[in-house]
């Protein structure tokens, strides 16, 4: 995900050093090479699926509110985890304000977006939102 207001990039990725586990980093458009920032490093042995990033903006002119929200299912536990982060760097530093983990089975599809008109999250699978 391309964050063009910071001119950052945010990955998510599945296996670090040979590690599975969630882990997210930052990077700078203008600068590559620079040494990336982990937002996330989780090492926890699982595979995940049907991945999803958004960023939310928050509304108005005085406000710099933004969140990265991840989305992701873990195989073996059977989860479904929406994870959301503060990138407004107000303070400098990133920070963790929200972690949801719900049942969902790894074989069945899941997804999720962000809608734009109202600013919520909706998951969905084949059993509905």
Avoid at 2 to 19: H, M, T, V
Avoid at 31 to 52: M, R, T
Avoid at 77 to 100: A, C, L
Wanted: aromatic letters at 14%; charged letters at 25%; proline letters at 4%.
């Amino acid at each position: 995900m391309y964050e063009p207001e910071a001119q950052k990039f945010f990955l998510l990725f599945n296996k670090y050093e040979e590690k599975l586990g969630f882990y997210i980093l930052e990077f700078e458009e203008n600068d590559p090479s620079k040494a990336p920032d982990f937002l996330i490093k989780w090492k926890n042995k699982l595979d995940i699926g049907d991945p999803n990033i958004c960023i939310l903006r928050g509304q108005g002119k005085n406000t710099k509110l933004k969140e990265l929200i991840i989305s992701y299912k873990s195989i073996f536990i059977n989860t479904y985890n929406v994870v959301v982060m503060d990138i407004s760097y107000d303070d400098n530093s990133p920070s963790m304000i929200f972690h949801h983990e719900s049942f969902q089975l790894w074989e069945s599809e899941c997804n999720g977006i962000l809608l734009n008109a109202n600013k919520d999250f909706v998951s969905f699978n084949k059993s509905g939102m």
